[in-house]
């Protein structure tokens, strides 16, 4: 119903060449081809950020589950044992 044919992309890119010219097309072309390119790396960087993170967060805890232990055994000795020790 609405299809473009071959003819008419064609007309419509001679139209475009001749308002804009090459140079400007190609211009553009290249600037949108570096904004696309940053665009992806932006999106890595934040993937490897995000995962930085939750490596960092899990070993975070494995530090606090260690230390949670030697508070625990140290109250767990007798008196006099914690005495010798200090």
Known sequence: MFGISP?????ILAIVVLLF???KLRGMGSDLGG???GFKK????DEKDA????TEKK????VEDKSSDTAATATQQPKSEQ????
């Open 7 to 11: 003819m008419q992309l064609l007309i």
């Open 21 to 23: 010219g090459t140079k």
């Open 35 to 37: 904004a696309l390119k």
């Open 42 to 45: 932006a999106m890595s960087d």
């Open 51 to 54: 995962d930085f993170e939750k």
């Open 59 to 62: 070993s975070d805890e494995k």
């Open 83 to 86: 005495k010798e020790s200090n």
